[in-house]
């Protein structure tokens, strides 16, 4: 039996070709990567008797899922599972599996490091230093972190290792998730029922947030309004909840002092993207995820999830329950 990997990133498939085959299965990935539809069908169809797809980012959507008869699992090398249609997995009997907890620490840490670079000036002061000017207020006032508020949207594993984080560096601590119930609200961080509220509050917010259709473009010129003249903003979420061009407009008039983002809507950005120009926002190649160790694990399970379906019937971390 084969399976396919649509669209990896990494410079080789050597570690999963090799679980693969100790399992007695094949791996076959897919050159050039898979990015539309038609290429993932293709490759799956070109790889007679597959019945598993590895996936990074490439669409697994009603069409795909109804192409591919024999098609059994999807199996995700991440927590994120916003390419694959869901809804039509459930439909087609398809398994979706994920790796729920590969990263998390890469991404708190990340986030935390890119809030404290804004609140102490880090980019401002190694741009200055650069261009000769040895002032040490030269950026601009700085808070001591201790009297300031950080806010932490969204509380799945990774906000919740944030603010834990966080906490003894920050003199006040709120959280919103609206669907995180009380009993497992997280201990020292005070609750907001409003996002309004949340964003009125704090000097600093780090968003946390899978993308739905509840989040796309949550970060709007209305919320960024919302928030505290002069705070920040971080997102090492899904590129896809921040309007960029709004959180552009307010870090030029000011309501905004400075922004941070691992992700993007379109990933790499336009070459022209105005946001890899702006003095005030610091950028990473969705890299959030990243170490030596998170991505072998991440690969490593995200295979092991396959081979344990076909051989008990159930992979390791289930999305989407299937009947095939």
Known sequence: MRVVFTDFVQPDVGLERALLSEAGLELVAAEPKCVTEDEVIAAAQGAQGAVALIVQNAPITERV??????????????????????EAAEKHGVWVAHVPDGNITEVACHAVAMVLS??????????AVRAGDWSYDGTGPLIRPGKMTLGVVGLGKIGRLAA????????????????LPDEAWPEGLARKRDLAALCAASDVITFHLPLTAETRGLVDRGLLEAMKPGSY????????????????????????????????????PDANDPVLRHPKVILSPHAAFYSLDSDEELRRRSVTNVISFLKTGRPENVVVEGTR
């Open 65 to 86: 899922l109804a192409a591919l008869p024999d098609l059994r699992i999807v199996s995700v090398p991440g927590i994120g599972v916003d390419a694959v249609d869901i």
């Open 118 to 127: 804004l609140v102490r000036h880090l980019p401002l002061y190694d741009a």
């Open 164 to 179: 834990a984080y966080a906490a003894p560096i920050f003199g006040h601590m709120i959280g919103y998730d609206p669907h």
């Open 233 to 268: 903003l971080v997102n090492v979420s899904r590129g896809a909840i921040v309007e960029i061009p709004d959180l552009l407009a307010a870090l030029d008039s000011g309501q905004l002092a400075g922004a941070a983002l691992d992700v993007f809507p379109q990933e790499p």
